[in-house]
């Protein structure tokens, strides 16, 4: 005798084929619909011509509080261009590695540190662009610089301007930074030289510098 609360096996069987059925066709139609999507992306995708962008560019940018115009093609960099495109040429901005892993092409972008030779000049446009050619003001050395003088905080040269660019922005916005702030916020410029002690005592010589002038 069947049972009253269960239903009769030929009933259930057939619930259930019918409802697998159902899911099962429910798939097919859902994969279909995504292949079909795919491929139809894949068609136009095809059917669109690459983007090219030649020529050069006419772009103005603002550097050290000058405005300067330039032409160039989209791909040249800050680097590039203010040391070959700028008149006159900002050759205090110096050109070693090229991939931003020394440091000795960094300028200030909105008063933050930042390696040109990994910035392109157009996207310097409407932004403030600082050199190292920017920072003394009508010939007067900034107390930086003139501590790396008298700390004798280069050698060769080459990676100077780059650290006093770093360690610049780090004293703007800190005149009391400690050591290990002064190290941390120059970590990515390079010293073939091993001058860093003498950079160092130069840093800390100039914030303090800075502090007895009120932080100017």
């Not at 203010?82 to 909105?110: I, W």
């Not at 916020?185 to 303090?208: D, I």
């Amino acid at each position: 005798m069947s049972d009253p609360k269960r239903p009769h096996d030929d009933a259930s069987r057939g619930t259930s084929l019918s409802r697998r059925a159902f899911f099962r066709g429910a798939g097919v139609v859902a994969a279909g619909s995504l292949v079909g999507e795919a491929a139809h992306a894949a068609a136009h995708a095809s059917s669109l011509e690459p983007v090219r962008i030649e020529g050069s560019v006419e772009l103005e940018l603002e550097i050290n509080g000058a405005r300067q115009k330039v032409t160039v093609e989209p791909r040249t960099t800050l680097l590039n261009t203010l040391r070959n495109h700028c008149s006159p040429p900002l050759t205090g901005t110096k050109s070693v590695c090229e991939r931003g892993s020394c440091g000795a092409c960094t300028v200030h972008l909105d008063g933050k540190p930042v390696y040109s030779c990994m910035t392109l000049a157009v996207d310097a446009v409407g932004r403030k662009v600082t050199t190292i050619e920017g920072l003394a003001t009508q010939g007067e050395l900034t107390e930086l610089q003139s501590a790396f003088c008298a700390h004798d905080g280069s050698m060769c040269g080459f990676c100077t301007p780059g650290f006093v660019m770093s360690i610049s922005a780090c004293l703007e916005r800190n005149p009391a930074a400690s050591l290990e702030e002064i190290q941390r916020s120059c970590s990515g410029n390079l010293c073939r030289c091993g001058t860093y002690p003498q950079v160092f005592e130069a840093a800390l010589a100039a914030g303090r510098a800075m502090r007895a002038k009120g932080g100017k």
